[in-house]
């Protein structure tokens, strides 16, 4: 199996668990949890921001001194926009779960902690259509590098069965701005119905890096360098949760010269 590709250790409780250690980088934290009715999650990082994102399900949630109550509108990630809360380094935060709940938590380094928690409901999201025909997909801005934070970007996009995603393919892994920032980056990959599978490419021009991997519901894929594709598979939808982060919060990326044809053409 790729080294790039996580798989989850269960179906209940913590299970991926993804550090900046174990995935050999330097910035982005990736942790998904599978509640039931009742149980509580509960965290405090002292140099890293948080971003919780209700995948599904409900729970109610506090960060420091504040309360947020019940959260989550959406029992699929197929199914609407999500809530999250961003919570800064050195806030400790708790969610306990009031259905089932799948909760991820994205978290960047922070060294200042100088940002209040706040609530990033689903009615504050932006949203927009990128691709024409069978490249198009659905992007639900979560944590933009428009709204305030340190280090962290959160985007979640869906993908139609049949269709490629984050395509044509593009890298951001030069910190060479203003033409490209260096980024890492997870995906965190569902697919629907959940029997689905999908493909992603992580490759360098090089080739120094090119691995391809078959991606199944609960997946997560690493990004530390390198072009990303995806492609859904015909009658499945995928969806995913992408978390980036590195030395400078701004996503400017660089496409792959052979592939830009693609642009004029569509």
């Not at 799948?102 to 940002?115: I, K, Q, R, T």
């Not at 490249?135 to 428009?146: A, K, Q, S």
Request: some cysteine; charged content about 20%.
């Amino acid at each position: 199996m790729s080294r790039l590709l996580v798989k989850p250790s269960g179906t209940h409780g913590r299970i991926t668990h993804i550090t900046p250690q174990s995935a050999g980088w330097n910035y982005v934290g990736f942790d998904l949890y599978r509640l039931h009715p009742g149980e509580t999650v509960t965290d405090r990082s002292a140099q890293r921001e948080i971003c919780l994102v209700y995948v599904s399900g409900k729970g109610s949630a506090e960060a420091g001194d504040m309360t947020f109550g019940c959260l989550g509108e959406r029992m699929s990630p197929f199914d609407g926009e999500p809530a999250a809360i961003y919570v800064p380094a050195g806030t400790p935060w708790s969610v306990t779960a009031e259905t089932e709940l799948e909760l991820a938590v994205c978290s960047a380094p922070d060294m200042a902690g100088s940002l209040p928690p706040r609530l990033i409901a689903p009615a504050d999201l932006s949203r927009e259509t990128r691709g024409h025909g069978t490249n198009t997909r659905y992007v639900t801005n979560i944590l933009p590098e428009d709204q305030p934070a340190h280090s962290l970007l959160v985007v979640e996009v869906i993908t139609p069965g049949g269709h490629t995603s984050s395509y044509p393919p593009h890298k951001h892994d030069q910190d060479n701005l203003p033409h490209e920032s260096l980024l890492e980056e997870t995906y965190y990959h569902r697919l629907n119905p959940a029997q689905g599978f999908g493909f992603q490419r992580v490759y360098t021009d090089d080739r120094s890096l090119d691995e391809a991997m078959a991606i199944e519901d609960g997946d997560v894929t690493l990004v530390p360098r390198g072009y990303h594709p995806c492609a859904a598979c015909h009658g499945y939808d995928l969806y995913y949760l992408n978390v980036m982060a590195g030395p400078k919060r701004t996503w400017k990326f660089h496409n792959a010269v052979e592939h830009e044809w693609l642009f004029e053409a569509s």
